[in-house]
């Protein structure tokens, strides 16, 4: 579903608008919801920025995140717009219901697995980022693009690509790309925040965790995972785990790539990443989860040993059905 209309005329209606994203919220989620806040302000709306989980660090530096609240519940009584950013389903963003109550739900999104929960939905399946959906609405809306803008956009497109890299990096995503860095965003030092300012914990934690490689299925799948007891030891947190999985997917052979991550409260964050034919998002879904063809992820519950269990059937099942990756 793609409401450009209907969008474009929430907007314009609405004088409190609310942007939120998902819980552990990534550069896409982040960037598109600052690039729609500074576009929103530049109309004159009243414009507020609420996530469970706030901003993660290497974030920060982007312009209007400081002004990003953090929290289960939202204060305001004003908001007559919700823009949901990123987020596949409603649960994703961590609310409860009366969080959405009287209010529209406006959900922009390009996951595959999206189940148009917005009373709006905006959605491009094919879009490298949804911050690159951001952006067509802007040209919509005839919103100029100021730097900060620019920045904000150009993050969501580097981190979703994984560095231009991945499946979605097509040629209208450089075009994009080139667009943005003309109206003010700066590669080098946006690269430098996002994967050049990681704290000594983190590579504590990393050494830790690669110790905790197998690799499974005749070497078609390779398995990290990571617990509160190596927070404690290292002084890392859940943040600090963002883009481990990539090495596990790095192997020559591996087909797709697993990090178990422990939660509060008996939880464990599932990652995906898939390297050729088998499309991890399906998986992800088939456990609740949600993403993409080659990246995806999912949140159970039980001791280690049995989500662990569960997760080796699920991914042995999806690689016995699949053609050999070449
Ligand atoms: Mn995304």
């Known amino acids: 579903m793609t409401d450009w209309d209907k969008t474009c005329t929430a907007i314009h209606n609405a004088n ?30 009243n414009v507020y920025m609420h996530n469970r989980d706030g901003v993660p660090r290497i974030y920060r ?6 002004a990003v609240s953090e929290g289960e519940t939202f204060a305001g009584d004003n908001v007559d717009l919700i823009i949901s950013l990123d987020a ?31 009373d709006i939905n905006l959605l491009e399946i094919g879009a490298c980022s949804t911050g690159a959906i951001v952006f067509a609405l802007l040209e919509r809306l005839r919103m100029p693009l100021t730097p900060a803008i620019a920045s904000a956009i150009y993050v ?9 890299c991945n499946a979605a990096t097509t040629a209208e995503v450089f075009d994009l790309a080139a667009k943005l860095v003309r109206a003010g965003a700066e590669a080098w030092p946006i690269s430098r925040e996002v994967y050049e300012s990681q704290r000594r914990e983190m590579l504590t934690l990393l050494c830790t965790c690669l110790g905790t490689l197998e690799l499974r299925d ?5 398995w ?14 859940a943040q600090d785990t963002e883009g481990f999985i990539e090495y596990a997917r790095s192997l020559q ?22 390297k050729y034919h088998a499309n991890v998002g399906q ?19 039980g001791t280690f040993k049995e989500v662990e269990h569960q997760v080796r059937q699920a991914v042995s099942t999806l690689l016995a059905d699949s053609p050999d990756g070449e």
């Open 16 to 45: 409190d608008i609310l942007l939120t994203t998902h819980c552990s919220p990534d550069g896409d989620g982040i960037g598109s919801q600052l690039a729609l806040y500074h576009a929103l302000k530049n109309m004159g709306k």
């Open 253 to 274: 052979g591996v087909e797709i790539a697993v990090l178990i991550r422990q939660e509060e409260h008996a939880e464990w964050k599932v990652t995906f990443r898939g």
């Open 224 to 237: 990290l995972h990571v617990n509160t007891a190596m927070y404690e030891q290292t002084g890392a947190d």
């Open 283 to 301: 998986l992800a879904v088939s456990m609740g989860g949600g993403g993409h063809h080659h990246a995806a992820g999912c949140t159970l519950r």
């Open 156 to 164: 969501t497109i580097l981190t979703d690509t994984a560095n231009f």
């Open 88 to 118: 596949g389903s409603r649960s994703r963003l961590g609310f409860p219901d009366s969080f959405f109550a009287d209010r529209i739900l406006l959900d922009i999104d390009h996951h595959a697995s999206n189940d148009c929960f917005g």
């Open 61 to 66: 530096f982007l312009p209007g995140a400081s």
């Open 218 to 222: 005749t070497g078609h799948s390779a």
